[in-house]
């Protein structure tokens, strides 16, 4: 195999061309990727724990905490400890974290419906999940490639 045929090559390519529109909502905004994915997740719910966010956002959770820190101290996300549970905090959007969302969701809509547009159907659902059956086939319980024969 080609080295630029190799999985990690084409997922890179086609990030290398996608990613740099993306990139631009989020600098118009004064966000990161990091901060959008936050941002996004919780405005679907009411809040999360940490572990929670970090899972939904697929980020590790050492460096959710400083994002965290950034995006409460812009008012854009803060922290409630439980009522139940004084252990647990709960990460939820602000009023101007779900302003901020409303604002750049119609760009970020528009970009997937271009991505969307630029193949078929049918081809749209099977990238979906071929990359989906990928990404479960790669994980390392499943891998034959373990921590411990690496």
Avoid at 12 to 31: C, E, G, H, T, W
Avoid at 71 to 97: C, P, Y
Wanted: glycine share 2%; proline share 4%.
């Amino acid at each position: 195999t080609k080295f630029n045929d190799t999985l990690p090559m084409i997922l890179f390519s086609a990030l290398d061309n996608i990613m740099p529109r993306y990139r631009a909502v989020f600098q118009k905004f004064k966000v990161t990727e990091a901060q959008w994915r936050i941002l996004r997740v919780l405005s679907e719910t009411e809040h999360m724990t940490h572990a929670a966010l970090a899972k939904a956002c697929l980020l590790p959770t050492p460096s959710l905490v400083g994002t965290i820190d950034r995006m409460a101290k812009r008012g854009l996300v803060n922290r409630a400890r439980s009522e139940t549970d004084r252990r647990s905090v709960q990460i939820q959007a602000t009023e101007k974290g779900k302003a901020l969302v409303a604002q750049m969701l119609p760009h970020m809509i528009a970009l997937h419906s271009h991505a969307e547009a630029s193949v078929s159907k049918s081809d749209w659902t099977i990238m979906e999940r071929t990359l989906s059956d990928l990404g479960q086939a790669f994980q390392l319980s499943n891998s034959p490639l373990t921590k411990e024969t690496l």
